[in-house]
């Protein structure tokens, strides 16, 4: 069993940045690889991000390429998104996942066996 808990959500200006963290409790974070998804008010939760077991490996959706970027220290079992060059359309609830098959991640939700509780991101613009 894991629990995520993600934190770093708020209200920055469009073109800003923010950081999301995702601490995870147990002592096999680096047997998941984890992904970031969001919700926007009115739409499907939506892949984000993924980073693989080791970190060494990234990938991301193409509306935040070359704006977000993944990381994670397995040594303090945390998960990181940073954001910059925030738009308005950035705006969502953002969601940290653990998926135990894949090593290097996957871009589907039913992929992925453990979430978060969410973070609100709010990008006024």
């Known amino acids: 069993q894991v629990q995520l808990v993600e934190s770093g959500g708020g209200l920055v200006q469009a073109g800003g940045s923010l950081r999301l963290s995702c601490a995870a409790s147990?002592?096999?974070?680096?047997?998941?690889?984890m992904g970031w998804f969001r919700k926007a008010p009115g739409k499907e939760r939506e892949f984000v991000a993924i980073?693989?077991?080791?970190?060494?490996?990234?990938f991301y959706a193409d509306s935040v390429k070359g704006r977000f970027t993944t990381s994670r220290d397995n040594a303090k079992n945390t998960v990181f998104l940073e954001m910059s060059s925030l738009k308005s359309e950035d705006t969502a609830v953002y969601y940290c996942?653990?998926?135990?098959?894949?090593?290097?991640?996957?871009?589907?939700?039913?992929?992925?066996?453990?979430w978060g509780q969410g973070t609100q991101v709010t990008v006024s613009s």
């Open positions: 980073i693989s077991r080791r970190g060494e490996m990234t």
């Open positions: 996942a653990a998926d135990r098959t894949s090593y290097s991640g996957s871009t589907r939700e039913v992929d992925y066996d453990y």
């Open positions: 147990g002592r096999t974070f680096s047997s998941y690889a």
